[in-house]
């Protein structure tokens, strides 16, 4: 099982970016997926996650909601994570990661099993 990571770069600060996360090896349909972030020097942190219940679950970290949208296609295969009104502190490396075992929107890193290579995004101020 490999998640690919893609869709970062440098932009300036108020741009958009889109991020995706391709599976392969095994479908995630019905599994949580998410993204985190690890800016230089600091700790990986939680970003966004959707899970897979009877109705669509999400979950943002306080920093990025209301500008950041996570959205998956119902195969499971692959993940996005829609980047408005970027920030300067939104730089980093930005990791997908998939659940074998849960449903719901985690947001531990703990309860990923399968992460991405990661893809650096930079904002300029």
């Known amino acids: 099982v490999q998640l690919q990571a893609s869709g970062g770069g440098l932009v300036q600060a108020g741009e958009s970016l889109r991020l995706s996360c391709a599976a392969s090896g095994r479908s995630f349909s019905g599994n949580s997926m998410a993204w985190f972030r690890q800016a230089q020097g600091k700790e990986r942190e939680f970003v966004s996650a959707?899970?897979?219940?009877?109705?669509?679950?999400?979950a943002y970290s306080d920093s990025v909601k209301g500008r950041f949208t996570i959205s998956r296609d119902s195969g499971g295969h692959t993940l996005y994570l829609q980047m408005n009104s970027l920030k300067p502190e939104d730089t980093a490396v930005y990791y997908c990661a998939a659940s074998r075992v849960f449903r719901t929107p985690e947001k531990m890193r703990q309860r990923y099993d399968y992460w991405g290579q990661g893809t650096q995004v930079t904002v300029s101020s």
């Open positions: 959707i899970g897979w219940s009877e109705d669509t679950d999400y």
